[in-house]
């Protein structure tokens, strides 16, 4: 009875609390009756406890295993039997049920968490009232309330401009403000505060919620639509205030000492004026021009080049022309020009450290120039095929000769391949080693014929120096021997048959017949008699003479030769005598 009545007090003190008992299943932020009990509840007002009074027990039980054992365990109640002991243990105080005071199975509208120690968010209530959100990680079931955000909705949307109704909204996800931002803020969220805006009359500083641009301009020393540049080097009013245009930054009062206007206001620094004689350096404020001139070194009307190059004086103070930059003497050694601005070709020959190496006006090359190199102003390669790699200065030839196969002034031409060892004068590109075998000529462009012996042929003028191919004969063997020749082979200048004459020829180059009546057509080469008789009816030495008698026979014998011929004539006079 002392349990019940406890029990009993502790609920009507929830209730006249404004806060449902624990064991109801719904409950509401305001109020003084639950809105609805467990199943395992007897009474709709929530006032019977779950155990029964005499055993001691709860009202219905289950059985658990954890790990590897069966235990019994409260349902759907705010009690749990404590395993060890044996004893109905409370709930924590979040929970509807629970397995122990370390992990409750399901807690009560507006609380969530492992034992349902943490309060929902500014969830929007359902239904009935009752607040819920996830019991593991508490994101809201139905939403946020106006004015928070976040899964959880614990987050206030800050900076909000209220509604018609005065009611702050922003999206629950999101945190972008529905109505815009309250005076003094922008962005989407409001979280951004609207810098160096000038406030209105009534002290209110106003800037664009998306944009940024401040309404009413820029406080003093800043500009631009959202007025987030400095007024750089403004000169101050009398009263100390830097003032400049909002809109393009142009200073009121002109720039401080030492800049001037470029490209932006007062964003660029004086050259290398000469100080004033309060050591001040000024300059014009718009093209930046130095009032007093330049300082030692520089040059140009806004005394921004310098005269680097230039040789110092005896004082050691290096000066030049203040508008043109040209230097009043002569530029320190490996420059010249006007301005000394340009340096000696490095390829120029030094023969003293301290000397200039190029002339000061045009550049050139005073000593020469390094090997390898050539022209006025030693910018020019010698060709890789020069010997040494050495050649004149101005010309650029070669002056030491070639690289073995190459020719020419500056050797800029191939000895003909044909040319023995690839060798050839300079200038004229002449074999002055001869040719290779089978070519001919100064530079061994023509071939000696095919008929020369071994294509072996003198180098200037082709003759076939070591004779001919058999069958060949004349200076380049361009001639053929006579195919009467034996073996048709014959004396290379001559064209002589040496060995003889093929069958039934004679003469030097076998050029004649032996006659029919010559036994077997043989005669002698040299002088044409037949060596072997005549045939049947014929006599004498050329077998010119037939057997028969008289005047006739001797004619026809005599005709057979050139001997013959005369004496027919003799003997033809001597009768045309007799007969007379």
Known sequence: MAILFCLLFSVHIALTAGDCPRQCRISTRSGSTCCTCGSEWLTTECKQKCLDEEKLYCYYCIR???????????????????QTTGECKS?????????????????????????????????????????????????????????????RCDRVCENCKPDNQGVVKCDSDSDICTNGC???????????????CKPDN???????SDSWTCTNGCVDGYYSPRCDRVCRHCKPDIQSIVKCASDSGTCINGCIDGYYTYSLP???????????NFNIVKCQQYTGDCEKGCADSYFGRRCNQKCEKCLPDNKGAVTCDILTGNCPNVCIAGYFGKTCNKTCNSNCFDSNINTDVCDIMSGKCLYGCVSGWFGDTCNETCSDTCS??????KSGFC????????????????????????SC??????????CVSGWYGDTCNETCTDTCLFSSCNQKSGFCEKGCVSGWYGDTCKESCSSTCYAKSCDQYSGRCYNGCASAYYGDTCEFNCVDTCKERVCDRETSKCLQGCVTGYQGAFCNITMETGIDSVVVGITSSLAGVIILLVFALIIWFIRR
């Open 64 to 82: 658990l295993r954890y790990p590897n054992n069966w235990y019994d365990n409260c349902s759907g109640c705010h009690e749990y039997v404590n």
């Open 91 to 151: 709930c924590p105080d979040g929970c509807v049920s629970c397995f122990d005071n370390t992990f409750c199975y399901e807690c009560i509208n507006g609380y969530y968490g492992i034992n349902c120690n943490k309060k929902c968010g500014n969830c929007v209530p359902g239904i009935l009232g009752e607040v819920k959100c996830n019991r593991v990680i508490g994101t809201c079931t139905n939403g946020c309330l106006d004015g928070y955000y976040s899964p």
């Open 182 to 196: 309250v005076d003094g803020y922008y962005s989407p969220r409001c979280d951004r505060v609207c810098e160096n």
């Open 202 to 208: 009534q002290g209110v500083v106003k800037c664009d």
């Open 266 to 276: 007062c964003d660029s620094v004086c050259g290398h004026c000469l100080p004033d």
């Open 388 to 393: 040494k790699k050495s050649c004149s200065r």
């Open 399 to 422: 002056d030491n000769g070639c690289v073995q196969g190459w020719y020419g002034d500056t050797c800029n031409k191939t000895c003909s391949d044909i040319c023995s060892l690839s």
């Open 425 to 434: 004068n300079q200038h004229s590109g002449f074999c002055v080693k001869g």
